[in-house]
């Protein structure tokens, strides 16, 4: 029998959160609170990373109640107070990630694009990686 | 040196020379040229005078405590749903130019003693707003804001010196009531914020529940992950809603945090959102490592441990609801396995409705309900234990922004909120001299 291997490539490093086994899902950019409203609201929530640019607890707050699969930010220490919710959740959250690659937000930041197949390799400390899947 | 690599000198180490931890206390104690001040005695606390000596050391302490609270977290970002760097600035201003006087009331109704003896409160509750996190934080905050005023221009450091010296004795007098003497901070007292009494200590113990059931284990987290989340949403994005003690040495092996989550509050506008909640439930939980733990709590009753992920050692709980502020101890109830998840599922949906409500506001607004949040819960839980003292204080104006906050308004909302807090809070410049 053939096997298929996936191939994944790295696409970030941040600062690991809470040492988990490895997650994979769809990814999201969340910029708004009106984005973070339509997205809770709709499908696939728990299986979708999300990405936000705050290491605020705030921003994200109906995300992390709704039990996201992942969460990566782009500001943030693992002693903000988002790092302690989601370790309180124990939702893999990975922070201060700087992306090597992907789509340009209004704001100037590079972030992977929505729907993007991510996997976050976070069961070490104190450094996660973040994975794409695909060429 | 580049900039960024210049200020991350200052955040690893205060003014770059400074530790944090536990050395940290040490070395700042051996800087202090009154290191006695931050200790409290029975005679200490009740004079009304201090020297400027006795003063500026208290607060050089102070910056270092607010340093240590902070430079980890200093890139956290903006929120992007609540201004809170635009909304604590103000706040800090409105309570130097408000507070000190109705600290004096407070003082003048209760007298210095009174004051101690408020300030042991949290020795024999729980779920109490009159904690050491507004031990701490009514007169930091208070101080900070004469630092931000100083900064700006709108005050000079040699003003209002009695006003500086009530709010320190204040602090003393409340640190001295919970600790009974010796070092007044959490951060002298090697991180260990172990408040309560040793016979509520033991009743917490008494009441615990194993968490055996794999349910029963799933329930809680969820539980003490979304009352956490929705208590800090609903005081806005900051921790005045949390509280941790401990940790309590448990008889056999391991420790105990006791952790209470504030979840309404009637004094705010949006605090109908959580009607049909317990305005405050506790969690006493019961960890036993099977590996060292390091345990911290800071003076704004949040705890670190390393390593981290210190819930994988919960072992069992006791969970508690306090339905009103003013419910007494003998009636604070037990919360069983059902109504764990029952609360949870009520804030789980409080959160998205509170989340639409802010969201729903425009930035002014945000900054004015910002503003309410810090004045009311650092002077309403204090001032509402002498009757009627709080209502007059609403009556005489509370809640209009002094003109010192409205002079501070445009820089503060204009983009130089978080260029006015770093050197605030991260370079020691939030306590100018007295003299």
């Known amino acids: 029998m053939a096997t298929v291997e996936t191939s994944y490539r790295q696409v970030g490093e941040g600062q690991n959160v809470v040492e988990h086994e490895p997650v994979e899902g769809p990814c999201i950019w969340l910029d708004t609170p009106e984005d973070v409203i339509d997205f809770v609201m709709g499908p696939d929530v728990e299986e979708t990373i999300v990405i936000s640019r705050s290491g605020s607890t705030t921003f994200v707050a109906p995300a992390l109640t709704a039990g996201v699969k992942g969460l990566i930010t782009l500001e943030g220490t693992k002693e903000c107070h988002l790092g302690i919710v989601s370790r309180e959740f124990g939702i893999p959250c990975v922070m201060s990630v700087v992306f090597k690659e992907g789509v340009t937000t209004p704001q100037g930041d590079t972030v992977p694009a929505d729907g993007t197949i991510l996997r976050l390799e976070c069961a070490g400390m104190p450094t996660a990686t973040v994975l794409a899947k695909g060429e | ?435």
């Open chain 2, 1 to 435: 040196m580049g900039a960024a690599e210049e200020f991350a000198k200052y955040l690893d180490k205060y003014l770059g020379e400074v530790p944090d931890g536990p050395a940290g206390d040490l070395e700042m104690r051996r800087r202090l040229p009154v290191a006695s001040i931050v200790d409290t005695t029975d005679e200490s606390v009740l004079r009304d005078d201090l020297s400027d000596d006795e003063i500026d050391s208290w607060t050089g302490y102070m910056a270092w405590n607010l340093w240590e609270l902070l430079a980890k977290r200093a890139t956290e970002g903006a929120s992007g749903l609540i201004p809170r760097q635009e909304y604590e600035t103000i706040s800090f201003v409105q309570m130097w130019a408000t507070f000190p006087r109705l600290i004096r009331e407070l003082t003048k109704e209760l007298g210095a003693e009174g004051v101690v003896k408020l300030g042991a409160t949290p020795r024999h509750e729980y779920s109490t707003q009159v904690n050491v996190t507004r031990h701490f934080g009514t007169p930091m905050c208070t101080l900070v804001g004469r630092g931000i005023a100083v900064n700006l221009g709108l005050d000079k450091a040699t003003n209002r010196r009695e006003d500086v010296e009530t709010m320190v004795q204040f602090c003393r007098r409340l640190q001295h009531g919970a600790w009974g003497g010796g070092p007044g901070f959490v951060s002298g007292r090697g991180f260990k914020s172990d408040v309560l009494e040793p016979g509520i200590v033991n009743q917490l113990l008494a009441d615990e529940t194993r968490l055996d059931d794999p349910e029963l284990r799933t329930a809680f987290k969820k539980f003490n992950a979304a009352t956490e989340l929705f208590g800090f949403l609903m005081h806005y994005d900051c921790r005045a809603g949390l509280c941790d003690s401990g940790p309590y040495d448990v008889p056999g092996g391991g420790f105990m945090l006791v952790r209470d989550h504030q979840l309404r509050e009637p004094a705010f506008p949006w605090g109908k959102i959580g009607d049909g909640l317990p305005w405050s439930v506790t969690q006493a939980m019961v960890y036993r490592p099977t590996e060292p733990i390091d345990v911290r709590i800071n003076d704004i009753s949040t705890t670190f441990t390393n390593p981290t992920d210190y819930h994988r050692h919960l072992s069992g709980i006791a969970v508690y609801a306090r339905d009103t502020w003013d419910t007494p101890m003998s009636e604070v109830r037990r919360l069983d396995a059902d109504e764990l998840v029952a609360i949870t599922d009520r804030v789980k949906k409080a959160t998205l409705d509170l989340y639409k409500d802010i969201a729903s506001k425009d930035r002014d607004q945000k900054i004015r309900d910002g503003i309410l949040v810090y004045s009311t819960i650092l002077m309403m839980p204090y001032a509402r234990t002498v009757p009627g003292l709080w209502e007059s204080f609403v009556e005489n104006g509370f809640y209009d922004l002094h003109e010192m906050a409205e002079a501070a308004w445009p820089t503060l909302t204009g983009g130089e909120a978080a260029a006015t807090l770093a050197p605030v809070f991260i370079l020691g410049q939030g306590f100018p001299s007295v003299s």
